[in-house]
T-cell receptor
Framework: DTAVSQTPKYLVTQMGNDKSIKCEQNLGHDTMYWYKQDSKKFLKIMFSYNNKELIINETVPNRFSPKSPDKAHLNLHINSLELGDSAVYFC?????????????FGQGTRLTVV | QKEVEQDPGPLSVPEGAIVSLNCTYSNSAFQYFMWYRQYSRKGPELLMYTYSSGNKEDGRFTAQVDKSSKYISLFIRDSQPSDSATYLCAMSTWSTSYGKLTFGQGTILTVHP
């Protein structure tokens, strides 16, 4: 059973297109995240949602719009894709509160903009 | 200057060697320190978790945190080829909303037979 699953795993698209990445978690967590990993493996948080509410928005261009229909899902829609958006996007989830802030990550979506 | 600095390597060691991986940080509010392991084309997975200063051991892995120096380390004893991966340090503050993690760049480790 996959704990955090993302689709698609690979996405190749042209500049200017609009695309979406879907994420689902079956861990019962109440917080979900999107992280971006660049070509140098640097992993940086983009968004955090808790109980469907946006908690963190780390100065991401407004071409990126997350949407959380329920606690178990967090999708990422990207408008007008640019070459610089090419990266691996990871969805993650955790349970808010408590000492252990372990985040469980999905397998990643490798986005290539050509 | 990044909040968390980590030497990206790459680091190549023979099987059986002791590996030392390190991170420095600038935000003194960090209290929770983690090491994630990421295999090629996979998501990061939690390896070690430490709260505040001190040492923590789990099998061949030892995590150390020195808050006074803002320095954390991960030691791998008797390294195996299966340890070949990218190792990412990560940190968070208690006051940071809902477990936001700040990552280092990751160190690429190769253990050759």
């Amino acid at each position: 059973d996959t704990a955090v699953s993302q689709t698609p795993k690979y996405l190749v698209t042209q500049m200017g297109n609009d695309k979406s990445i879907k994420c689902e978690q079956n861990l019962g967590h109440d917080t979900m995240y999107w992280y971006k990993q660049d070509s140098k493996k640097f992993l940086k948080i983009m968004f955090s949602y808790n109980n469907k509410e946006l908690i963190i928005n780390e100065t991401v261009p407004n071409r990126f719009s997350p949407k959380s229909p329920d606690k178990a899902h967090l999708n990422l829609h990207i408008n007008s894709l640019e070459l610089g958006d090419s990266a691996v996007y990871f969805c993650a989830s955790s349970q808010a509160g408590g000492e252990n802030t372990e985040a469980f990550f999905g397998q990643g979506t490798r986005l290539t903009v050509v | 200057q990044k909040e968390v600095e980590q030497d990206p390597g790459p680091l190549s060691v023979p099987e059986g060697a002791i590996v030392s991986l390190n991170c420095t940080y600038s935000n003194s509010a960090f209290q929770y320190f983690m090491w994630y392991r990421q295999y090629s084309r996979k998501g990061p997975e939690l390896l070690m978790y430490t709260y505040s200063s001190g040492n923590k051991e789990d099998g061949r892995f030892t995590a150390q945190v020195d808050k006074s120096s803002k320095y954390i380390s991960l030691f791998i004893r008797d390294s195996q080829p299966s340890d070949s991966a990218t190792y990412l340090c990560a940190m968070s503050t208690w006051s940071t909303s809902y477990g936001k993690l700040t990552f280092g760049q990751g160190t690429i480790l190769t253990v050759h037979p």
